[in-house]
């Protein structure tokens, strides 16, 4: 059976993650990711775009690993994600839901090469 990410519909995207992370040319890690998504017409100015489109591809998209841990459950979502550019690339998103919490939290997101 295909599961999908509990809780989806109350899933939470920090806008600190998305700002100084996934849109951060400066970040050392997220700079890459931070290409990517800009090229595919997500913007700062917007990032409330971006987490209604991480919202959208960890509630439309199948889980496909799940990891426990000392902080929870960790579910990964692979596949399509709705962009400004309209390419909708798949892409991979690893969400935590805390031991006790109803909302899943983006921890990650990043391209899949196809």
């Known amino acids: 059976m295909m599961q999908k990410l509990p809780h ?7 806008e600190k993650k998305i700002l100084d992370y ?5 970040h050392p890690d997220g700079q890459s990711k931070a290409r990517f998504f800009l090229a595919r017409g997500f913007r700062p100015d917007a990032w409330d ?8 591809q960890g509630q439309n998209n199948t889980v496909t690993k799940v990891v426990e841990n000392a902080w929870g459950t960790r579910y990964q979502v692979d596949c ?20 006790g919490e109803a909302a899943p939290r983006l921890l990650t997101a990043y391209p899949l090469s196809n």
């Open 8 to 14: 989806g519909a109350s899933a939470q995207v920090d």
């Open 22 to 26: 996934l849109l951060n040319l400066s």
């Open 49 to 56: 775009v971006f987490r209604a489109a991480l919202i959208s």
């Open 80 to 99: 399509h994600c709705p962009t400004p550019d309209g390419a909708n690339p798949c892409i991979r998103s690893v969400w935590q839901l805390e031991a």
